[in-house]
């Protein structure tokens, strides 16, 4: 049985008939295109690197149906860059070589844009922690906790520019 449902993902609004049974990260992926979320635990909920922001809070989206996220506004890794200019986390990433595959990286990158806004100051042990919804089967994690504690520093410099 079809439903009409309407997401906003990255601010743009897509109305689109889908199946009850739907699950969100297949109506990202397979119905409007965006494939940079991915699955990696064939719909179990344990490996993270379904993440996307649902009104801006982390939520795997392997454990939940299109037709929830009716009305309701999503973030994916494609919207963390501004006009082709990376986030301040992705750049750190990039510079603290934080990938190996990368088939992890969209969904430790949705979790971790959340938790440094909800923590922007956080201790190692903290980013450690963080992590435990996100599996990375390639880098041991080392470079991923550097590049969010360099993140951390950086955007804690934006906002005192800022406030200057
Ligand atoms: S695919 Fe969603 S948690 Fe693994
Ligand atoms: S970089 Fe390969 S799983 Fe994380």
């Known amino acids: 049985m079809k439903r009409a449902i309407t997401i906003t993902v990255n601010g743009q609004e897509h109305e689109e008939m889908v199946e009850n049974r739907l699950l969100l990260v297949d109506f990202l992926r397979d119905v409007i295109n965006l494939t ?22 982390p939520v795997k989206s392997c454990l939940m149906l299109a037709v929830q996220a009716d009305g309701r506004s ?16 992705q750049q750190s990433f990039t510079e603290h070589h934080a990938l190996q595959c990368g088939y ?27 992590l435990i919804g996100n599996i990375c089967r390639c ?3 080392v470079h991923i906790v550097a590049a969010i504690k360099t993140a951390a520093q950086r955007l804690a410099a934006t906002r005192l520019e800022v406030a200057k």
């Open 139 to 141: 880098t041991g994690y």
């Open 36 to 57: 940079g979320t991915h699955v990696g635990c064939s719909f179990e909920g344990v490996c993270g690197a379904c993440t996307v922001h649902l009104d801006g809070v």
């Open 104 to 130: 992890c990286t969209s969904g430790i990158l949705m979790n971790a844009t959340e938790f440094l806004q909800s923590n922007p100051s956080p201790s190692e042990d903290e980013i450690r922690a963080s």
């Open 74 to 89: 999503i973030t994916t890794v494609e919207g963390l860059a501004k006009n082709g200019v990376l986030s301040i986390l």
